[in-house]
């Protein structure tokens, strides 16, 4: 299959972008679109068969739930059976946004979006190019991310056609993902509500606006996934990954050798302690900084993968609740 890339970057581009993303989706395709967390593998939410597809082009397992994408709130609550007053809450708070709240589904949403579940997760994203193809399209989309099951979600056009140029009739470019982690998910079906994934808004903002709010517990708790990124592994790079603190280049260095592993070998992803260099395969620094290291995170790992490494060292987040989403995300590349 020839995958199509096509650009967004004039008016002219998007809108002619749009109009061939709604022709594929009408016709039961699967695309490649972006979102302001990663970019998402898209399918008509309400037609199993596409549905389907994104299971076979991924390798996804059945049993890992499908968020559904919406353009407002009104669509949002054709897909749920109950629309609550916490979820009118956060919907005005927080959509479009990197938020995906779990509801109990309505009989339109087919069992293969939701693993068979009796809910299902439903976000309105934030960045215009999905949004507009919702609008056009009028049905919602399932979107999961748009690489192969467990590996690095992809910030750029460019990270999706190296997993599945080929695979897909068409990706559309619409530049870096500004936000670069999942959504947070929270489950609106249980009292008090709990968080499943954490994300970008973390529970603290959370609460702020719906009261109490459960923080993650264990992954075993479900044995039906509610939410996606519930899998002990997941988001993860070719490279074995190790999430460690360090107090100098020496400590690092000691850290390395005493698990028998190569400084050589290693590439160094830092916010804090920055390591020379010279005795590493390659050293990156991201800003000390949660939002700028969420942004550029996956894109560091995706770059590690290509430069060949055998190894990667991430510097360990700190663990204040802006640090949630990437700690989980780095815990899930780890395992």
Not at 29 to 55: H, M, Q, R, S
Request: aromatic share 4%; with cysteine; hydrophobic share 40%.
């Amino acid at each position: 299959m020839n995958t199509e890339i096509l650009s967004t970057h004039t008016p002219e581009l998007f809108q002619k972008a749009v109009r061939r993303a709604v022709e594929l989706l009408r016709a039961g395709e699967v695309v490649a679109l972006p979102t302001e967390t990663v970019y998402g593998l898209a399918a008509n939410a309400l037609d199993e068969k596409a549905v389907a597809k994104i299971f076979q082009i991924k390798g996804r397992p059945a049993n890992n739930p499908i968020i559904v994408h919406v353009a407002g709130n009104e669509m949002a609550k054709r897909c749920v059976n109950h629309w609550s007053e916490p979820a009118d809450k956060l919907s005005q708070s927080f959509w479009p946004g990197p938020l995906t709240l779990v509801l109990p589904r309505a009989k339109e949403i087919p069992g293969n979006v939701t693993a068979g579940g009796e809910t299902v997760g439903v976000r309105w994203p934030g960045h215009p190019f999905i949004q507009a193809v919702i609008r056009e399209c009028g049905f919602p989309l399932a979107a999961p991310s748009a690489n192969l099951s467990n590996q690095i979600s992809p910030t750029n056009a460019e990270h999706v056609r190296q997993q599945l140029g080929g695979k897909i009739p068409l990706i559309v470019d619409g530049a870096q993902s500004q936000v670069g982690i999942e959504s947070t998910v929270l489950d609106l079906s249980v009292s008090p509500p709990q968080i499943l994934r954490p994300g970008m808004i973390h529970a603290e903002s959370l609460a702020a606006v719906i009261g109490n709010i459960q923080h993650p517990t264990s992954d075993a708790q479900h044995p039906k996934l509610k939410s996606p990124g519930l899998l002990k592994k997941h988001y993860s790079p070719k490279a074995k990954l190790l999430v460690l603190n360090w107090k100098d280049d020496a400590d690092l260095k000691s850290q390395l050798v005493t698990r028998h592993l190569s400084p050589a070998t290693c590439f160094v992803i830092a916010h804090t302690k920055i390591p020379s260099g010279e005795n590493f395969a390659g050293v990156s620094v991201i800003p000390h900084d949660a939002e700028a290291f969420a942004r550029a995170l996956y894109a560091e790992l995706h770059r590690c993968d290509e430069a060949g490494a055998k190894l990667i060292v991430v510097e360990r987040p700190p663990e204040s609740p802006e640090w949630s989403g990437v700690a989980d995300r780095l815990r899930r590349a780890a395992a």
